[in-house]
């Protein structure tokens, strides 16, 4: 039963990106909201993606400054392995992760709510493409500022390192420094925001695809943003494996 399920989820789920991923029935309506969506899923997330970048970029070099502690290592590594963590890995995966709460509960909660209020059936009876009018705003403008927020965690994420190593002992400065230089490939921060791209479609897709089908009153609401956390969350790690063996390996 879970099985039949999920398939019965997924073939309404792949039926709704057949409505939303069509051409706007007016490119200036379109536009317009594709800029409220940009200022209210991207920009507003802005604040959130510094405080916990810079913070994590803290402790990320503490961690390993206390756990690479052998005099056969040089001091450097920590500055390398830090870059590495944070452009790979953190600053990509983990973000989106985090952006899946956030940004993932907003979208399913609104269009969750224009459904249970029958806004959206009004739509519907105009003449108007619901899904693609209310969903594809959203999810072209995600994918469209989270490049953004990717240079703005890997920045921050390194920052914070750097704070640590200035304001602390736990590895002078020059050698942190020569550790971010050291055999830096530029392929990777495009392979970060490639994925983020993937990842952002995951997040709002899924997201409006719970909040377009929800039913019943405000706990139905809720219940499908729970829903739509979790099951974006699930994908993202899942795709994050697929991506990094296509794009790696």
Known sequence: MLLIGSLEKLGQYAMLMRKVLTRPQKWRIFLQQL???????GVDSISIVIIISFFIGAVIVIQIALNINNPLLPRYT??????????????????????????????SSEIGTMR???????????????????????????MTFV???????????????????????????????FGLQSFFKTYYIWYAIVKTIFFAFLISSIAAYYGYFAKGGSLDVGKAST??????SILILISDLLITDLMMG
């Open 35 to 41: 800029s409220k969506e940009i200022s209210k899923l």
């Open 78 to 107: 920590v500055g390398y392995t830090s870059r590495e963590i944070i452009l790979l890995e953190f600053s990509s995966s983990i973000m989106c992760l985090i952006l899946a709460g956030k940004v993932g509960s907003n979208i």
């Open 116 to 142: 249970v209020t029958e806004q959206i059936d009004a739509l519907e009876i105009m003449g108007v493409n619901s899904a693609n009018y209310l969903i594809l705003p959203k999810v072209v403008g995600l």
């Open 147 to 177: 490049p953004v927020l990717v240079i703005l965690s890997m920045f921050f994420g390194i920052v914070g390192g750097f704070g640590v190593c200035y304001f602390t002992n736990a590895v002078p400065v020059a050698d942190f420094e």
């Open 227 to 232: 829903n739509a956390v979790v099951v974006s």
